[in-house]
């Protein structure tokens, strides 16, 4: 019989790519809320990845991405793109944005093992 626990992942975004949540081969993950707060004075983008654990995320043109958003000083992003989507077994939700920490993720949900 399955097992399910919530989970709950604060993270701070470098300019290097960070993982947000991941998978393993016995689990998966139900992702409930997902935002990105831009914490400063000047606008921000962010990348977001959602791969399997084996792939290499690539940014830029021609990357694998799934989004990428500016996110103006103050504010909030609710990432549509990762909210309520399912993470298989053996897969991460990664991100990285071109100002390092100023940005805080913050991602809730499911765990099913």
């Not at 400063?40 to 990348?47: F, G, H, I, P, Y």
């Not at 958003?69 to 990285?96: F, Y």
Request: proline fraction near 3%.
């Amino acid at each position: 019989m399955a097992t399910l626990d919530s989970f709950l992942s604060n993270t701070q975004l470098s300019t290097s790519i960070v993982s947000l949540v991941s998978t393993n081969n016995t689990e998966k993950k139900f992702l409930g809320k997902v935002t990105f707060t831009n914490t400063s004075a000047s606008k921000v983008v962010v990348t977001v990845w959602r791969l399997p654990t084996a792939t290499t995320p690539v940014s830029g043109s021609g990357g694998n991405w799934l989004d990428i958003k500016t996110i103006q000083p103050g504010k909030v992003w609710e990432c549509d793109k990762l909210e309520s989507h399912v993470l298989g077994n053996s897969m991460a939700t990664s991100a990285q944005s071109d100002t390092g920490s100023v940005i805080n993720a913050d991602l809730s949900g499911v765990t099913e093992s």
